[in-house]
């Protein structure tokens, strides 16, 4: 069982910067994918950006080279750092590490909100 929990979401002015962190317990040593989603109101869940088994790391086209993700294996732990907010950014950000077929882990997700 692996237990994903987010923070760092809050209120930010475009043009701001927050960095969510996500804090695995159990082993995610083996993924398919470990990264974050993202969900607005009356929209579907969207990737934002994603470690691949490979060893790639993908980003949604409306978020590159704006966010950047990385990971601290020694604290299992993924951080997405966001830069450059824009109000569209706006939505519950997620956490997921996809063990597919054993798990689909996802957090409860953290607010991510970018007014003036």
């Known amino acids: 069982q692996v237990q994903l929990v987010e923070s760092g979401g809050g209120l930010v002015q475009p043009g701001g910067s927050l960095r969510l962190s996500c804090a695995a317990s159990?082993?995610?040593?083996?993924?398919?994918?470990m990264g974050w989603y993202r969900q607005a109101p009356g929209h579907q869940r969207e990737l934002v950006a994603t470690?691949?088994?490979?060893?790639?790391?993908i980003y949604a086209d409306s978020v590159k080279g704006r966010f950047t993700l990385s990971r601290d294996t020694a604290k299992n732990t993924v951080y997405l750092q966001m830069n450059s907010l824009k109000p569209e950014d706006t939505a519950v950000y997620l956490c997921?590490?996809?063990?597919?077929?054993?798990?689909?882990?996802w957090g409860q997700g953290t607010q991510v909100t970018v007014s003036s």
């Open positions: 159990g082993s995610i040593y083996s993924f398919n994918h």
């Open positions: 997921n590490v996809d063990q597919r077929p054993f798990r689909n882990n």
């Open positions: 470690f691949t088994r490979g060893g790639n790391t």
